[in-house]
Structures are given as C-alpha cells and as structure tokens.
C-alpha cells in the first residue's frame, strides 16, 4: 500500500509513536475532515482510510477511492461504515476488537453498585458531618439474576464477573458460549432474558439486525423493578418508549453514550434515567490497547493476517 488517509484526524492527534508506526508502512500520508467539500478528490488515491468512532463511509466515499483496500475504524463500534458494501469491493474493515473489554465490563458493576448502594448520596452526606445510616438499605448482587444481552467479548465478561459475584446469569446470544457455559451461565431467547433478569447489560454491535432490537414490545417484557443498564449503541433501543417505562417506574435505565443520542437532556429529565458521561472505556490500560490494535491490525494485515475483521469473505 501507498497512500493512507486519516478522516477527522487532525495532523499531530495520534501519539508520536503511533503514527510513526503506522507512516513507516505508507509512501504518503493525508489528512482531511469528513466535511471537507473537496474529499472525494482528496481521497481518489487512497489505498487506506483510518477513521474515527462517528465518521460515515459510504458507498460514494468508497467509489471515489478505486485503490482502497482497507479501513481501520479507532472503535469498536463500525456502523457508520458500509460494511458489506466494502466487502463486495473486496475492501476489508478492521475495529478494535476486545480492546476495551476490562474496562467496560467493570464499568458496568461499578455503575450499577453505585445505584445499589446510594454511594454518591452516601458520599455527599458525609461531606454535609451527617452520618446517619437509618434510611439507607442497599440489595445484594448474590443469588439475583443478570441478564446478558450479547455474550461477545464485553458481555462475555460480564457474565463471567457476575457469576462470580454468585448471581444467576442468562445470557442472549447467536451462538452458544462455551466459556460462560462451563461456569454456568445459561443460554436463553431474548425475552426470557428481559422478563427474568434482575439486571439487564445490553452489550451487542449496532447493526440492521440489531438496531431497534429492544423495542417497545421488548420493554414491556422486562421485570418491573429492573435495572437496565446500555454501554452499547442508544439506536439498540426504543428510546422513547425507555423513557416513558422508566418514567412509570417500570424500571431504572442507565447509561453512558450521552454523546451518541438526540435524546439527552430528555433522559436527564425523566425519573429513573441515569445519565453518564462516555467514560466506560477510559481506563489507562484501555488506552493502551486502543492504540496498539489499531496499529496491530495495519501491520497484520500488511503481511497477510489480517485481525479483527469485521467484514470476512
């Protein structure tokens, strides 16, 4: 390969070390923003395309680069991508993989203990010399049911976290998953896991399968009383109709891709809607990984071996 483009990077974003990495594979390298109204020229020669979590790659941006044989996406998400058109140009798309399982799957606990046990409540009437602890009463995860909706590296670990926190695991899943299997963790259709579980982590990709996947069907089903907890794409779910079961009292819905959704100030406003930040990845280690995939998956799949693909022949 040739010539690589980065779209909506700036010049000097990416770790010194990172880039010189990646330019040592490439004879030139550009930079230009999505909105660029001269892209399509700017692309024309290009052999390599590196973008970001929310940048679109369509099917005229694929035509306008006849060379193009790979895009790397810094995210595990890729929806914005034209995955399959890619693939009938024999053009292979590569994300980040399990780069930020950890993370995420310890965020999920975190966020839903500190729910349970009141922490910042706790915390900020500490701060006020009040230590009283009458009305506080948190639950216990032991012996309560969670349910996984997606086991893939993400929800896999989760499952694996709270099977040893002994709770009661199901999880929803194309394929069996031997691993969580083993430790017993048990395989169901998607309602069950709604109706059933005490918690709810939903953890699938964001696709025309998938999008709109916990409709407004699906949210009836759920347990009353169930804290449903999204680190994953907000177009997975009716979001309208999440409000207004939360806003009944249904349930308690949390999540953290606030900057992936037109509804956030409508969430921050309804009773039993927790709203965070998109922090469920950042951890050092996290980051880490992030850009060593990113680069692992150019260099591997320079010599042949490409990883991570998500568009297989």
Not at 207 to 232: P, Q, R, W, Y
């Amino acid at each position: 390969m040739k010539k690589a483009v980065f779209i909506d990077y700036k010049q000097g974003e990416l770790p010194k070390e990172v880039f010189e990495r990646i330019a040592k594979n490439f004879n030139k390298i550009k930079f230009v923003m999505r909105d660029d109204v001269d892209i399509l020229s700017k692309v024309k020669e290009a052999d390599a395309f590196f973008v970001k979590i929310f940048t679109k790659v369509d099917k005229e941006l694929i035509d306008a680069s006849p060379n193009l044989k790979y895009i790397g996406v810094c995210s595990t998400a890729f929806d914005t991508i034209k995955v399959n058109y890619a693939k009938e140009k024999g053009i292979v798309v590569c994300n980040l993989g399990g780069y930020s399982t950890e993370a995420v799957a310890e965020f999920f606990f975190a966020v839903l203990m500190e729910h349970l046990r009141e922490l910042e409540r706790a915390k900020t009437q500490a701060k006020k010399e009040n230590f009283d602890f009458q009305d506080f009463m948190g639950l216990e995860l032991k012996d309560k049911t969670l349910g996984v909706i997606g086991a893939g590296k993400i929800g896999s670990r989760i499952a694996q976290i709270g099977l040893g926190f002994g709770m009661k695991v199901l999880y929803f899943s194309r394929k069996n998953k031997p691993v969580i299997d083993k430790m017993g963790a048990v395989k169901v259709e998607l309602d069950e896991a709604l109706s059933q579980s005490d918690f709810i982590s939903l953890n699938l990709v964001l696709n025309t399968e998938t999008k709109n996947i916990i409709s407004k069907d699906k949210i009836v089903l759920i347990k009353k009383g169930c804290i449903f907890i999204n680190l994953a794409p907000p177009n997975l779910i009716d979001e309208q109709a999440m409000m207004e079961a939360a806003k009944r009292g249904k349930l308690t819905f949390i999540f953290d891709h606030a900057d992936d959704t037109k509804f956030a100030k409508e969430f921050l406003a309804t009773p039993n809607c927790i709203v965070y930040s998109p922090v469920a990845f950042r951890t050092k280690q996290a980051d880490i990984n992030k850009w060593e995939t990113f680069v692992g998956n150019i260099e591997k799949f320079i010599e042949g071996k490409p990883q991570n693909v998500v568009n297989p022949a």
